[in-house]
């Protein structure tokens, strides 16, 4: 074990690899992820735990980069980046196990996306019931697809996962309501400005949503901040263009998603 070098996983030149782990000087490691897009790495002193964590990230990188397009903006391919480098942490304690008043506060990152289940269903909105739903799209159809603004949020420190806001436009946004013990799926008027900062006691939280990705995985889930443990969810069935909150995966309801990251017009 100790005449391995994990470094050897990394896809650069025998020129550009770490130095033995006993000097001290900076090291710059060239990694191309794709034809347009380099990551330079630079660092110290070389352990197994630094260069295992560089690896994963690095692989996270390349494979979501793969599949998002060559024309992105730079805050669409910021936000695409963050996506994939940023750990996730679920955690499953109730709001009043902590300690205080959870504040989460909006950050300047918005990007524009997408949204289709794993079963390639596109998520659309109906105009006239001011719903959500998931259908295939054909060829032509594409445009009816929601080109959702996705806000990142700035969660409590008591709190380790990505946390968004989803609006379908400037003041509607996804909501969670509960009734009878069932979390419902809603579309809310309200004002974005009044949204900056959320904390446990105003109820805003119901907008808000933890997005997970898995270890190495590209599909995501959105759980809702405020009704632990229900996520956003399609029916498995091609003929259910229903779109609603269920509380895990299961042979009729499909929970995770592609994001898929657009061009700013």
């Known amino acids: ?39 330079m790495v630079t660092r110290n002193r070389t352990t197994m735990k630094r260069v295992a964590n560089l690896v ?30 940023v750990e996730e942490t679920v955690f499953q304690e109730a709001w009043n196990s902590f300690s205080g008043k959870p504040l989460f506060q909006r ?52 709190i380790n996962s990505l946390t968004v806001l989803l609006s379908v436009s400037k003041n509607l946004h996804i909501s969670c309501s509960m009734e009878d013990g069932k979390v419902s799926l809603i579309l809310e008027q309200y004002s974005q400005e009044s949204l900056n900062e959320i904390n446990q006691d105003d ?23 405020k009704f632990r443990g229900w996520f956003i969810s399609t029916s498995s069935v091609d003929v259910d263009p229903s779109v609603e909150m269920c509380q895990a995966a299961t042979s009729c309801r499909v929970t995770c998603f592609n994001v898929k990251h657009q061009e700013k017009k």
Do not use: W
């Open 1 to 39: 074990m100790s005449d391995f070098d994990l470094a050897d996983a990394l896809d650069c030149s025998p020129d550009n690899r770490a130095p033995p782990s006993d000097t001290e000087q900076d090291v710059e490691c060239d990694l191309k992820l794709s034809e347009d897009l380099n990551l």
């Open 107 to 158: 950050c300047s990152s918005v990007c524009e996306v997408t949204v289709s289940d794993e079963r390639q269903k596109d998520l659309i909105l109906t105009t006239r019931e001011m719903k959500l739903q998931a259908i295939t799209l054909k060829a032509g159809n594409c445009d009816r697809e929601v080109n959702f603004k996705m806000c990142h949020y700035s969660p409590p420190s008591s």
């Open 56 to 85: 994963l990230a690095v692989n996270m990188l390349s494979k979501s980069l793969s599949l998002c397009g060559r024309d992105l903006s730079d805050v669409a391919l910021c936000g695409a980046i963050m996506d994939c480098v």
């Open 203 to 225: 109820g805003l939280d119901r907008f808000l949503f933890f997005k997970m990705t898995p270890p190495g995985g590209s599909l995501v889930s959105f759980e809702s901040v």
